[in-house]
């Protein structure tokens, strides 16, 4: 069975990002990129699935420009075996990228697409759905637990109140939850066998494939500063405040 991984090369989580002066968007310029954290749950799932016998080859792929081989070496370097680059410089949305995920899934013929359940960039939560949809595929979001049976896949999901069993037949999409697994630790050896692995590059004109945005951003701005906190005599004085003041009682 043949695993699809889409990972996105996102600003690292330990920057603070600022926004633009002309508030356009926010500002990457010389900060430190990595992968995104929910990509790299699903990178550790498919190798772990590889581990156990259930995948026989682990394919990354990731849309944008050149500097996301970066990220893909990454994503080589835990496991995968090798890497599809979707090479271009526009600013990719994410039905675009879903688009360009179809293309790529047909071209590969994977039985099996696990991706984050969104970017911390932009947390649109939106591509691993509409790739699904295009593909005609039956989805399970949010993963904690993935178990594979044959051509039957079950997934776990944590809901208000408990946990929810999905079952579906493969081929399926699957995005993932914080809590499916704790990545492994890239190793140097494995770094260094990623710099030999191969990594395919098209372009989205390949994949005949329109990526023109659709949505326009109008304006990004840093959020409202918030009043600092105060301490409170006592509680009749706590109480007090929040009546009158804060009005939540």
């Known amino acids: 069975m043949k695993v699809l991984v889409p990972v996105k090369r996102v600003v690292d989580h330990n920057v603070k990002v600022r926004v633009k002066s002309d508030q356009t968007g926010v500002d990457i310029a010389n900060v430190k990129m990595s992968m995104n954290p929910f990509d790299e749950i699903a990178v550790e799932e498919a190798i772990r699935l590889k581990e156990k016998g259930v995948a026989t080859e682990v394919v990354a792929v990731s849309c944008g420009e050149k500097p996301c081989q970066e990220t893909l070496r990454t994503a080589m370097a835990i496991g995968a075996d090798r890497s599809v680059q979707v090479e271009t410089d526009a600013d990719l949305q994410p039905l675009a990228v879903a688009k360009l995920l179809?293309?790529?899934?047909?071209?590969?013929?994977?039985?099996?697409?696990?991706?984050?359940?969104?970017?911390?960039?932009?947390?649109?939560?939106?591509?691993?759905?509409m790739l699904a949809a295009l593909l005609?595929?039956?989805?399970?979001?949010?993963?904690?637990?993935?178990?594979?049976?044959?051509?039957?896949?079950?997934?776990?999901?944590?809901?208000?109140?408990?946990?929810?069993?999905?079952?579906?037949?493969?081929?399926?999409?699957?995005?993932?939850?914080?809590?499916?697994?704790?990545?492994?630790?890239?190793?140097?050896?494995?770094?260094?066998?990623?710099?030999?692995?191969?990594?395919?590059?098209?372009?989205?004109?390949?994949?005949?494939?329109?990526?023109?945005?659709?949505?326009?951003?109008?304006?990004?701005?840093?959020?409202?500063?918030?009043?600092?906190?105060?301490?409170?005599?006592?509680?009749?004085?706590?109480?007090?405040?929040l009546k009158n003041e804060a009005k939540v009682i």
Do not use: C, H
């Open 102 to 129: 179809k293309a790529v899934v047909d071209k590969e013929q994977p039985q099996l697409v696990i991706l984050g359940k969104q970017a911390i960039d932009d947390d649109a939560n939106q591509t691993g759905q």
């Open 136 to 241: 005609d595929w039956p989805q399970a979001t949010f993963a904690s637990q993935i178990e594979i049976d044959g051509t039957t896949l079950k997934v776990t999901r944590e809901v208000d109140g408990g946990l929810e069993t999905l079952s579906m037949s493969l081929p399926a999409v699957v995005t993932t939850d914080l809590r499916l697994n704790e990545p492994r630790y890239v190793t140097l050896p494995n770094i260094m066998k990623a710099k030999k692995k191969t990594i395919d590059v098209l372009s989205p004109d390949e994949l005949g494939v329109d990526v023109t945005p659709r949505i326009q951003t109008l304006k990004v701005t840093e959020p409202a500063p918030r009043a600092a906190g105060e301490i409170v005599a006592d509680v009749a004085t706590l109480i007090d405040k």
